[in-house]
């Protein structure tokens, strides 16, 4: 059973440049659904719309079977936004900034040590509580923001690149937190240039380019289609995903 379906789903930031044009997508419960695409895609923007962040239009995302665009009618579910950017307050303490935001995602007050001792154990940032954040190296920052993502416990995670710019060390951390999630039956949507973390980790994957959605399956049907490639005799999902997306140059 899908936990999120999304029917024609268009958006523009502008009425004159459409960002998505009519996206169709389920996600199965429990699923670690990898959203590929290159730069300029839409992929932060439609999680943004799964999010909450930008309107959702009437009639095209359901979560749980109901339509998500109106707080009226939203089902009651624990979602998360783990954003490409770093969304903590610098000056802080890792500590001050888990607090703070379990306040604001409505964390009981009686539940807000527990939950954040949780977060800290899953992303190994036991020692650093005391740490200020805009002093943490850029692997431990990216672990922050996945621990702040943890905090409401969801049951929908939205992961927007959380792997960029960061240690083999801290990566290897990350991948492993997101795969005992998985394990666990949270359902994952995550966003990633790096083809290898996709297939290692999703069992799901769509390719996008230009606002559409051009391949949409299981891993294992994706990388059945997928050309061979010079470098490695098996067939890979970057060669799949260079042959569908446009070869320009983009950063
Ligand atoms: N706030 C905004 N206002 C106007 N245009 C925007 C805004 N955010 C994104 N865009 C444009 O929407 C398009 C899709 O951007 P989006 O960030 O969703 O793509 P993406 O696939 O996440 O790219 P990346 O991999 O670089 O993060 C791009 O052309 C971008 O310039």
Redesign the pocket.
């Known amino acids: 059973m899908s936990v999120i379906s999304v029917r024609q789903l268009a958006f523009g930031?502008s009425s004159a440049t459409p960002?998505l044009k009519g996206i169709d997508l389920e996600v199965p419960e429990g699923s670690v659904f990898g959203l590929l695409?290159?730069?300029?895609?839409?992929?932060?923007?439609?999680l943004s719309i799964l999010a909450g962040l930008i309107p959702c239009p009437p009639d095209r995302v359901f979560i749980d079977g109901r339509d998500w665009s109106t707080p009226a009618s939203r089902p009651a579910v624990r979602l998360a936004l783990v954003p490409?950017e770093y969304a903590f307050y610098h000056p802080l303490t890792v500590r001050e900034n888990l607090a703070f935001f379990a306040g604001v995602q409505g964390v009981p007050k009686a539940q807000i040590e527990s939950r954040i001792q949780s977060a800290v154990a899953r992303t190994g940032l036991g020692e650093r509580l005391g740490s200020r954040a805009g002093k943490l190296s850029g692997g431990l920052k990216r672990r922050l923001n996945l621990a702040i993502g943890l905090l409401n416990q969801p049951r929908l995670l939205l992961l927007d690149?959380p792997t960029v710019g960061i240690d083999p060390h801290s990566r290897h951390f990350i991948l492993e937190t997101i795969r005992q999630l998985g394990r666990e039956g949270t359902t994952i949507i995550y966003?990633s240039?790096y083809m290898e973390e996709v297939e290692e980790l999703c069992d799901r994957v769509a390719i996008m380019d230009h606002g559409q959605i051009l391949r949409n399956g299981p891993l294992t049907e994706l990388l059945a289609e997928a050309p061979p490639t010079p470098r490695r005799r098996e067939s890979s999902l970057e060669a799949l995903f260079l042959e569908l997306t446009t070869r320009e140059l983009r950063d």
């Not at 730069?39 to 932060?44: I, Y």
């Open positions: 930031y960002v695409g290159p730069n300029g895609a839409g992929k932060t923007t439609f490409q690149e966003t240039h």
